[in-house]
């Protein structure tokens, strides 16, 4: 007995059809009337009663139907298996982060996925959450973390949070302590201090921002338009303040001066974000396993 035999048989099962299951399988019409009758032989019952225009199952066929359906679900199953089983020797992760993700969250975990899996390449779009949204939309990613609440809200992704991460202040050491010299900063205490502004569509741009007109000021830039190495750079180098996630500053500490946010403070919330329609291949779960295990 065959898998290909039991896939013909299902198939002129389903249809009652010798030609068009023919045409299912991509097969001729007397090859695969001949597997039939082969398999028929090597059962001893005949499967099918065939009269012109009316093909019927015998009991025989109606006993085997269900079995023959369930063999060819478990080869489907166990070829699936073994093709996730090699992702992980083998394959690729394409992942997106925004930039500050990058510096802070994503070394130690891609780390950790690499030393378990070293045959996956990772590759890495470094974006704000926007536009990782728009890559996750049309298939251009297989994970992303972004920072919520999302830009858009989609239906066709699901987001599972990670964290939630406390954001600070930064300012060169050289420079005078913000908010007086205080141990915490409060927002109000950044009216009138120059600020190292990152560029438009920067999740933290718009959260810090909207902080400061919630205490009845604009923001003053000295700068603005960077990424996160630029800005931390320009901080150092004197320029101004900036507000950046705790694990950044923790991370990139050389020549930075932290002061946290008093009370309530600043947050935001890392989420893992996949399309809810498709699937991550295997080897996306195994690190969607490891940051989510973080």
């Known amino acids: 007995m065959q898998f290909q035999q039991l ?29 039939i ?25 109606e006993a085997l139907l269900p079995l023959a359906r369930r063999i060819l679900a478990d080869a489907d199953t166990a070829r699936h298996e073994v093709l996730e089983l090699a992702q992980l020797r083998r394959g690729r992760v394409r992942l997106g982060a925004t930039p500050s993700l ?26 704000g959450s926007h536009d990782l949204v728009r890559e996750l939309a049309r298939g251009a990613l297989d994970l992303a973390l972004v920072v919520l609440p999302l830009p858009t809200p ?24 913000p908010g007086g010299g205080r141990r915490t900063v409060r927002i109000a205490d950044l009216e009138g201090e120059r600020l190292v502004m990152f560029r438009h569509g920067y999740d933290l741009r718009e959260l810090t921002v909207a902080a400061c007109r919630a205490e009845g000021f604009e923001p003053d830039f000295a700068v603005e338009g960077g ?6 750079g320009f901080v150092r ?38 399309r809810s329609d498709v699937a991550p291949p295997r080897a996306a779960r195994e690190l969607q396993r490891i940051l989510l295990e973080r």
């Open 37 to 61: 009758r082969a398999l028929e032989r090597e059962l001893g019952a005949d499967l099918f009663l065939r009269a012109r225009g009316n093909i019927t199952l015998t009991d025989a066929g």
């Open 227 to 232: 990424e996160m190495d630029a800005v931390l």
């Open 237 to 274: 180098a004197g320029l101004g303040l900036a507000v950046v996630p705790r694990m950044v500053a923790a991370r990139s500490g050389r020549g930075l001066r932290v002061t946290p946010l008093a009370r309530p403070g600043l947050h935001r919330t890392i989420a893992l974000a996949h």
């Open 154 to 177: 989609s239906p066709a992704l699901t987001t599972v949070d990670l964290l939630r991460e406390d954001l600070v202040v930064v300012s060169s050491p050289e420079s005078p302590r």
């Open 7 to 35: 896939q013909y048989f299902v198939t002129v099962a389903e249809t009652r059809h010798f030609t068009r299951a023919a045409d299912l399988v991509h097969v001729a019409q007397p090859s695969l009337s001949q597997q």
């Open 102 to 127: 990058c510096t802070g969250l994503l070394p130690d975990v891609l780390r950790a996925f690499h030393d378990r899996y070293p045959g996956i390449r990772l590759l890495v779009e470094e974006s």
